[in-house]
Each structure stands twice: as C-alpha cells, then as structure tokens.
C-alpha cells in the first residue's frame, strides 16, 4: 500500500497531538478498581483556569460581554451553553470512554467514585486556515463512594488534546467534548495497566 507524503504527515501530526498528553499517579493505589465492576463519578470546576485567564470568570465575563455587544443577547446564550455544555456534552463523554475502555458499568452505589476536577480548559479555536486544538488539564481522585475522605488514588491528566478526525470542529464545545473524551480513555487505560 503506497501511503502519500500528505497522509504520513497526517498521521505524524495526530501521533504527536495523541502523545502529548501526560498522565501520571500522584498519590494512593488505583490496583482497588480494577476488581470493580462498577464505578460512580463526579465532576468538578471549582477555580478552574481559562485560556490565559486564572481565573476561569473572567474568561467568561469577557467573552459574554463581546458576544453581547455583537448581537444582544447572544452573550447570555453563549455563557448558558458554556456551562451546560459540562453536564450536557463533556461528563456523558468522559464517562463513556471510561468505561468503554475500562469494561466498567456507572452505578450511582458502585464502592469507589471517581471525582474529576478540571483545573484548566483551553478552548482551542478553527477557523478554516488555522487551527489550535482543545485541551484540558484535570485530577482524577478515587474515593470511597460512602466515605469520600477515604482517598484511594489521586492521578493526574495534563494536556488532554481536544480534537476531531478531519479537523470539522468549528464549536468550541465540539473541542472540548473530544478532550474530555481523550481524559477518560487513558485515564481507563492507565488504571487498566496500574
């Protein structure tokens, strides 16, 4: 089979994108889970970083205000969807891959949970002749589901990319669905081989 010099260059560029994520156990032992065969998860925002923004609200703030000033209106909306998007799009993607790769079930009583905090969000962006993919940064802490101060695992994920397969991801939320995504399968993965 004759691959052409733009295809390599193709799958070049996605390897990379695909390795530079970083995953690694911080603290605890998350071998306790690989005997489930459910788990609960959780998500959670608190001080999350956006972009260049420290502080993710001004990030919003900012944003809401452009878009409002463009059409009235459409900046409450996009702030609305920013935040929905979490429940909506992101956590039903994490949590899918997770278990697809896992071969785990989600059971609101399973005896461990899994808290994913995001602490930073790059929302990337597309715009036809240049690109900069999403990425996420987070930690994934393994609990007790009736004791929560009872910690088992705490691993963190840095750079989980966010993208689509032929680059079709206009929608900032697309991007960042695709990286939660990402998260949720090495992180599935990485508990797996740990």
Known sequence: MLITGAAMLAFLSFATVANAQKIKLVD????????????????TY??????????GQDYIDKKKAEYNAKQDGKGDRWAEAWVNDRSARYEP?????????????????????????????????N??????????NGEATIVETADPSKVIATISIEKAPGRTF?????????????????AGKYLAKFIKKN
């Open 93 to 125: 993607k994490f949590i899918d891959l997770f278990l697809k790769y896992s071969l785990m079930s989600e059971k609101k009583d399973a005896k461990y949970t899994i808290i994913f905090h995001t602490s930073f969000t790059e929302a990337g962006y």
């Open 46 to 55: 608190d001080n999350m970083a956006i972009g260049k923004f420290e502080n």
């Open 127 to 136: 715009v036809y002749i240049s690109r900069h993919n999403a990425e996420i």
């Open 166 to 182: 032929g680059g079709d991801d206009y929608d900032a939320g697309t991007r960042i669905t695709e990286s939660y995504a990402d």
């Open 28 to 43: 605890g032992d998350p071998s306790p889970l690989k005997n489930e065969s459910s788990v609960a998860f959780k998500f």
